[in-house]
């Protein structure tokens, strides 16, 4: 296969250590280690944990390429575990009972220089009626009082927040 830069054109993130931090049940891990990646999925669901390993059996690539731990992110920190290329976060922050707190953790397992990736649901009126009136309380896709209003922040919002952690890093 033909190589750009030392990687795997089928592999672009070969060489990459990554940590998808609140895996669930590795949605995201997954796609990540097929990309190349070398995956650590953690989530302190135990449950989690089990049903991402029992999907990850169904396919062989993902053998080496992604391994999962049942802890939570500030577990690992305060073993002082090793330090990452990239975090990934994916619907992680919503959740989080201290957000600074978090994303200081985030920061702490990085390299130098690596890279931070966050997504979540935007604080909008939108965000309301599909996130928590429709999907919770009038369709009942997830459990009632999965997502809590006062946590979810807008963009502007969190890059403050990352703006300001860095300089406490
Ligand atoms: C909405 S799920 C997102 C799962 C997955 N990232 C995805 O995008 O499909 C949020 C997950 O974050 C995990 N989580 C919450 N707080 C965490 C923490 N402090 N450290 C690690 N995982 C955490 C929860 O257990 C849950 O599995």
Redesign the pocket.
């Known amino acids: 296969m033909s190589k750009i830069h030392n990687h795997d054109v089928g592999s672009p993130l070969s060489g990459i250590k990554l940590l998808?931090?609140?895996?669930?049940?590795g949605?995201?891990s997954e796609p990540l280690g097929r990309l190349g990646a070398a995956v650590t999925g953690?989530?302190?669901?135990e449950d989690?944990i089990r049903t991402a390993e029992q999907h990850k059996s169904f396919d062989p690539v993902l053998d080496k390429r992604v391994q999962y731990r049942n802890c939570?992110?500030?577990d690992m920190v305060e073993h002082g575990m090793e330090s990452y290329d990239a975090v990934v976060a994916?619907?992680?922050v919503e959740?989080?009972n201290d957000l600074e707190s978090?994303i200081q953790s985030c920061l702490q397992v990085l390299k130098p220089g690596g890279s931070l990736f966050i997504t979540t649901i935007n604080k909008t009126q939108l965000s309301y009626l599909f996130g928590i009136l429709l999907a919770e309380k009038v369709m009942a896709l997830v459990p009632e009082g999965t997502h809590d209003w006062d946590k979810f922040i807008a963009p502007v919002e969190l890059e403050r927040l990352l703006e300001s952690s860095k300089s406490f890093k």
């Open positions: 998808d931090v609140g895996c669930g049940g949605l995201l953690i989530d302190p669901l989690n939570s992110l500030e994916s619907e992680v959740h989080a978090f």
